[in-house]
């Protein structure tokens, strides 16, 4: 079926434009940290958002008001999980992975490797995606929370304050 007529389309530009804007608003109010991935749960939240908006717009069985409170049911819940977890560690283990140290000081770190899943070729990936020919030069490469690789050279070190969390974290385990 090519067309059924206009009904359809009408339907997806006033729901499709008025989901946009309550999406919006939605986000105006609890603030960038919900499309930002920071986290697995973060991805997943925004997966969700979109998922639900397309549903919202696409489907005639769904009303506008059912997505956009769905929408914001999901919004809400996660505004109100990143406002626990940020001071509360216990809590914040629950929800985020940990960072893993995948390299440090050149060498790779095979508990890191196991815990993240990953081989010494995905490590050799990831450093040449990081336009490094060896890991001599790589003071950490760290598998993310949200799953990301961070790869930081020995002269970009700093003060290290960056990396001597990752410290704390590996001493929890």
Request: hydrophobic share 50%.
């Amino acid at each position: 079926m090519w067309f059924s007529g206009m009904d359809p389309i009408v339907r997806i530009l006033l729901v499709g434009g008025a989901s946009y804007f309550a999406l919006l608003i939605m986000l105006r109010v609890t603030g960038a940290r919900s499309l930002a991935k920071f986290n697995a749960f973060d991805f997943a939240v925004t997966v969700a958002v979109g998922s639900m908006l397309a549903t919202a717009v696409t489907s005639t069985d769904l009303a506008f008001s059912a997505g956009v409170v769905g929408i914001g049911l999901m919004l809400a819940l996660q505004f109100i999980v990143a406002k626990l977890i940020r001071d509360r560690q216990g809590l914040r283990a629950l929800v985020t992975a940990s960072p893993v140290v995948l390299v440090r000081d050149g060498e790779m770190i095979p508990e890191g490797l196991k815990a993240a899943r990953l081989g010494e070729s995905d490590v050799y990936q990831a450093a040449r995606q990081a336009g490094h020919g060896g890991l001599d030069t790589i003071a950490a490469m760290v598998l993310e929370t949200d799953g990301t690789v961070s790869t930081i050279t020995r002269d970009k070190v700093g003060s290290g304050a960056a990396l001597a969390e990752l410290g704390k974290r590996e001493r929890q385990r």
